[in-house]
Structures are given as C-alpha cells and as structure tokens.
C-alpha cells in the first residue's frame, strides 16, 4: 500500500479530543475520504429511491416479493461463504455503545458476541464516534482499564479466549458525520466514517487475534443497498491488502421492507455474509412509517402489546430462520431489553421468566442465538440455546421447511386483536422524553422502568403517537387521540418528572428541549423519516 496522500476531508465544529490523533491518522482520514468519492453519490441515489418506493407504498397500501429477483429465490444452489470460527457459535450476543466500561464489561460478560454499537445505542457525539473507535483499539491491544470515580472499582479485561467476538454496528445510510466534511464541505456519510476509521485500524490487528472484522448493518431497507455495502467491503479489504472473504456483516432485517427481500440481501453478500437478526421496535417502528396512511388496518396497538408471538412477526421471524438456514446462514434473534433492578426482587422474578421463555421460543424455532441487553440475562439466554443446541455451535441444519409465508402475512397487522390504549399514549409519550432528552445529553442506551431503551424504541413512540393522531384512533377510555390530547400528556410528563428529580436537575437536564422535539416529530403533518435527523441537529458535540 503506497502512503496515501493528504487526506481531502476536515475536522469542522469540534473541539480536540485526548488521543484523537490515533484514531484521525493521515492514512485513515485517506482511506474514508476514498469511501466518500466512490460511495457516497450511489448511497445519495439509493436515498433517493427509498423515497420512490414509499410513494408507491402509500399509493398502493401492499409490498410483494420482488418479481425481477425470482430467479435468485428459487435457485436453491447458492449459499453463503461458511462462518469462520469466532462467528460460528453466536448463541448468545449482548448489545451496547463503545464507552470505555462497556466495552471492557461487554467482552467480559460471558456472552458469545458483543455487538459493538455506534448506531441505535449510541448518540453521535463527535466524543462518542472518535473515542469509542479509541476505545475499540485499546481493547484489541490490551491497553484498556477503567475505574469508576464515583465507586473506585476497576475494570479490566479478561484473558483474549475468554472475551466475546466484536461485531461492530456502523450508523446507518441515511445519518452523515457532521464534523468530517470534503473539500466541497459536503459531509461524509456516518456509515462510511464509522465503518472506516474501525476497518483501516483493526482489520490486520483482528485476523492476527484469529477474529476478523466483522459488521452488523442497520436499517437496511432492499437488496440493492447490500449490493453497496458489498461493493465497500470489496474495495476494502484489497485497500489494506487482505483476503477476500474477510469481513463477514449481519444484516439486521428491521425494516419492512427488506423483510421481502431476505434472500436477496444474502445474495448480494453471499460472500461476506454470517446472517440475518430479527429485531422489534425498528421493524415496527418501519411498518408504522411506510403504512402510516394506508388505514385502520395498519394500526398498530401498544408497542408493549406487540410481542413476537403476534401472527405477522411470527411469519417474519420463521420466514428468516427459514432464509438464513436454507442458504447456511446464521438466525440471530431479538433484544432480551430487561434492566434488572437492584432493589426489587420480585421485579426480576417475573422479568427473568418473561425473558428465558423469550429465548426458549426463539431456540425452539431455530434461531441460532439471540441479543442481551445486560449482563445478568446472559447466563438465561445462554440456558435455553444450551438446551436445544448442546455442543453444536448452531442448528443451522434445521431448515424449517414447513415455514410457508405468504407476502400478505408480513402485512396481516389487523391480524392482532389488541389495540391502543390510554396508559399506552402515556408510555409512548414517557418513553420519547425520557429518551430524546438523555440523547442530547450524549446517550444513547438508557434504562428507563427497567427497560434498556435505544433510538429504536423513541422511533416506534414517536411513530404511533402520529399515527394515532392521524387514524383518528379512539383509546379505550373512550378518547380521541388528538395533537391536543398529546400536549396535554407530555406537559403532565414534563411535572412529572420535575416532581420526581427535583427543580434544580430538571433545569440541568435538556427536558422543555425533548418534550418540544418530540411534539415536533410527533405533530407535524411532514412526517420525519428519522427522529435522528432534527434530534442530530440539536446535539452538541
């Protein structure tokens, strides 16, 4: 590799950080200003179609399996590239952003995979993105420690065969990096800089540790955007000069969308793909979004009430066990989010019973693990793909050839018989303020009522509160969800927590902020496409 040249892109609007120059090396800031040029104009046009095809989904209210890409699905002779070692066995992940405690606790924890997050779990400061990336080299080269300065306890790693495989989460297409801007001052696409920056540092680091790296992709929404990422880690891996077939990414079906497009995206990665996840709130969260004019029949009840046994996430989920089995990929399945409380034991009771029967559903259809959000639920998740895996690493040999889903069943949403409720409007309402104001502070995963919330979960809140409004719902109180109704709500919320945290932090924090931003997003006729996009350009930092 010959030494790059003076790297096109600038550091604008941010203050230095401790150590920044090893992450923001000359050959670095190279590499993703390359990524940019060649890159960033088909992320545009892929931006841009995404647009196109919610048109058509709000002039048609349907989605269908694509016809053009048939052929692909009914080959039954192409697989994806087999799993190398430190990602055959995923049976159970845990989630969380880079900070330095996290990430010594979350290679600690037991768990097969730690998902290494710079996306959902975390609020783009340029602090976050620049020192988890630091934070990430330091724990490949050992040189990571932490002491808490409120309790003085230290952390400090475990040894190398003991610690979880990183799977690292990029931002997704649609959020750019501010602070890193080309010589036009057009700013560089998250994905790319996050991507970037851990790739060109870590890649050799990881294949001489025996790992490698390794990606989760967020939001993605048709098989033409894995195309993209496909085409990046190609121009990667020959940019540093390692084999091809190095980098393996998941892909987490999180979008309407792209569930109609399961084989399609491993397709496009055959030969860098490991799997496929099933989420929750950011397939809900897209199901609202794209059908969020197509009627009562595409209402979605409480988000609390809408677990993964509902029949249209059952055909989602057995669809892409399914999938990823039928072309030797892995199944990783959904967020166990429980937050254990230090103070009531009965509290966790009941939790650690919701969340092990979770994982024993999951297990018994399939999936090959599954996502943690703590610590604590590791040793539960870990219990129930024990019992049906045993020494095997995965069950990718259960093919679940009696799955038939049909494209109307990802769609049957009318299919739940629950439906919206007034403590439902409530917790929406509480869980976006609560959530958005800990993001402008810099956060983001925050427990709130013992539940690890993420971008996701204020994406869904924000969603069904609009679409409440806009459907004319009528809660079982026997009130109409209005924009005035949500005011009257979110003001409540606003004393509420006033009362709870007193005067003087309420003034410190970033409350009047999030309950406006919320309203924003929740009221206005426009609908956001992503709660992040206005939120981002309130963030400091």
């Not at 309407?256 to 989420?279: K, P």
């Not at 606003?494 to 009221?523: C, K, M, P, Y």
Request: glycine residues 6%.
């Amino acid at each position: 590799m010959s030494a790059p040249a003076p790297s096109p892109l600038a550091v604008v609007d941010a203050e230095p950080l401790p150590r920044q120059e090893e992450v923001l090396t000359d050959a670095a800031l190279a590499f993703v200003a390359e990524l940019h040029r060649r890159f960033t104009p088909r992320r545009d046009e892929l931006l841009a179609r995404r647009a196109e095809r919610r048109a058509e989904i709000a002039r048609t209210s349907t989605l269908d399996f694509l016809p053009e890409t048939a052929a692909i699905r009914a080959d039954d002779s192409w697989k994806v590239a087999p799993a190398p070692a430190a990602l055959d066995d995923r049976r159970v992940e845990i989630t969380g952003p880079t900070d330095r405690k996290m990430t010594i606790n979350a290679l600690n924890s037991g768990a097969r995979v730690w998902l290494a997050d710079f996306e959902d779990a975390s609020a783009p400061t340029w602090e976050n993105v620049v020192l988890g990336q630091l934070n990430l080299i330091d724990a490949y080269t050992r040189s990571i420690d932490f002491t808490d300065e409120r309790t003085g306890k230290s952390y400090a790693l475990r040894p190398n065969a003991e610690l979880a495989t990183v799977v690292m989460r990029p931002r997704g297409w649609h959020l750019n990096e501010r602070h890193l801007v080309d010589a036009d001052g057009r700013q560089v696409p998250g994905a790319l800089v996050d991507f970037g920056l851990y790739f060109f540092h870590n890649a050799r680091r990881l294949l001489a540790l025996g790992k490698g790296p390794y990606f989760y992709l967020p939001k993605t929404e048709s098989h033409l955007e894995a195309r993209l990422w496909n085409d990046v880690f190609v121009f990667a891996q020959d940019y540093v000069g390692i084999p091809q077939g190095t980098v393996r990414a998941t892909v987490l079906i999180e979008t309407i969308t792209a569930a109609y497009e399961m084989e399609e995206i491993l397709y496009e990665l055959r030969d860098h793909a490991s799997g496929l996840n099933a989420g929750r709130w950011d397939y809900l969260f897209s199901i609202v979004k794209n059908f969020r004019d197509g009627g009562a029949e595409f209402v979605l009840p409480d988000r609390n009430a809408v677990t993964m046994t509902a029949p249209f996430m059952r055909a989602y989920t057995e669809l892409l066990v399914r999938t990823c089995h039928k072309r030797g990929a892995h199944a990783v399945g959904g967020m166990a989010a429980f937050i254990p409380s230090r103070k009531d034991a009965e509290v966790n009771k009941v939790a650690f019973e919701k969340v092990r029967a979770d994982k024993d559903r999951e297990a018994g259809d399939g999936f090959d693990g599954s996502w943690v959000a703590h610590p604590d639920l590791v040793p539960i998740a870990m219990e129930s793909f024990d019992r049906v895996l045993g020494d095997r690493p995965n069950q990718k040999d259960r093919l679940r050839e009696d799955v038939d889903v049909k494209a109307a069943d990802l769609i049957a949403i009318d299919s739940l018989q629950a439906k919206p409720t007034y403590s439902g409007l409530v917790n929406a309402v509480q869980v976006g303020v609560r959530y958005i104001e800990a993001w402008l502070r810099g956060l983001g995963a925050v427990a709130i009522f013992n539940l690890m919330e993420d971008a996701a979960t204020a994406e869904i809140s924000r969603s069904q509160i609009w679409q409440w409004i806009n459907a004319g719902v009528v809660l079982d109180n026997g009130e109409r969800v209005t924009a005035d109704l949500v005011r009257k709500v979110a003001a409540e919320e606003l004393e509420n927590v006033r009362a709870e945290i007193g005067a003087e932090a309420f003034a410190a924090g970033n409350w009047q902020q999030a309950h406006d931003l919320l309203l924003t997003v929740s009221l206005d006729e426009d609908y956001a496409d992503f709660l992040t996009l206005p939120a981002y350009e309130q963030l400091r930092g």
